[in-house]
């Protein structure tokens, strides 16, 4: 099930194709509603590699708990047109647009369905698959990174796994759901990771430990946001301009050929005395 249309970026005139699919979930029993955008001219530009792949980045966004694909549209325009790749935002089972039921083995089955459109139906090297996954995105994102390849995983305000989010005792570990801190050490591609230090809902210890139980060789510099929370981080233009240009960095590192300079002993240094910093922050705020 197709739509196609066409919209302005908000940050520029230039115009961004749009594509509304739904896509047949068999393990689910439902349909994953997904949006597609790129910049027009890529419709035009692109070709296809010697290897019959076409040209170009294609980000999988894995959103929030909060949110769904109509909510995250201004986000996506924005994301397309900065960093000038494809953004794909789809919505988990249950939520939104898509049908079935809000299950955890759901959203792993949607993510995978979204992969194969990106990589059989759009015809992108999982080379250039960037998978993005916000908050419970980190779930399903996590679980695809470390079971198929991709070029690159970005983790924003990222939990360790959804029961530790509430006790870090592992007395109730049967129940628990989406282990991102185990499925992140099987991960084989660059990883970047953004944090609030001002993170109340997870956090900001969660994004430090799974940072350092990334592969060292998947390591790039993480972004500890000193004046943010969970849902605030790209709020105001100025904090909106810095993280698309840290995204950019990260994006425009994945086609440089890896020198063994990214690792993390001393960002990992730096993340533990953030972690210091930002519970102290916290801590002068409470006594206001």
């Given amino acids: 099930i197709r739509g196609r249309g066409r919209t302005r970026s908000p940050r520029s005139r230039k ?23 790129r910049q027009t001219y890529r419709e035009c530009v692109s070709g296809k590699s010697a290897d019959g792949y076409w040209e170009g980045k294609v ?9 769904d694909i109509g909510g995250m549209h201004a986000m996506q325009l924005m994301m397309v047109h900065a960093l000038d790749i494809t953004v794909i935002m789809y919505d988990y089972s249950g939520y939104g647009e898509s049908g079935g039921a809000a299950l955890e083995n759901n959203t792993y089955s949607d993510i995978e369905v979204i992969y194969e459109h990106v990589t059989k139906t759009m015809k992108t090297h999982p080379d250039n698959v960037l998978l993005y996954g916000q908050s419970v995105g980190s779930g399903p994102s996590c679980y695809l990174a470390a079971k198929k390849p991709v070029g690159g995983l970005i983790l924003h305000s990222a939990f360790m796994s959804g029961m530790r989010v509430l006790t870090p005792s592992r007395i109730l570990g049967c129940l628990d759901i989406f282990p991102n801190i185990t499925r992140i050490k099987k991960v084989n591609c660059p990883v970047f990771i953004i944090h609030g230090m001002l993170d109340e809902e ?11 139980a990334v592969k060292e060789d998947c390591r790039r510099e993480p ?7 969970h849902n605030d981080i790209t709020e105001g233009s100025a904090k909106m301009n810095e993280y698309l240009r840290k995204l950019g960095k990260f994006i425009r590192g994945l086609d440089e050929d890896f020198d063994g300079g990214h690792g993390g002993t001393v960002a990992g240094g730096v993340a533990e005395s953030h972690v210091a910093k930002g519970r102290k922050e916290r801590e002068e705020i409470g006594n206001i």
Avoid: C, F
């Fill in 223 to 229: 972004w500890w946001v000193p004046d943010r929370g």
């Fill in 59 to 67: 980000m999988i966004y894995s959103h929030g708990n909060a949110t």
């Fill in 202 to 212: 997870v956090d900001m210890h969660h994004g430090v430990s799974l940072y350092n």
């Fill in 15 to 37: 115009m961004v194709a749009l594509e509304a699919v739904k896509l047949y979930n068999k393990r689910a029993g439902s349909y994953v509603a997904a949006v597609v955008a």
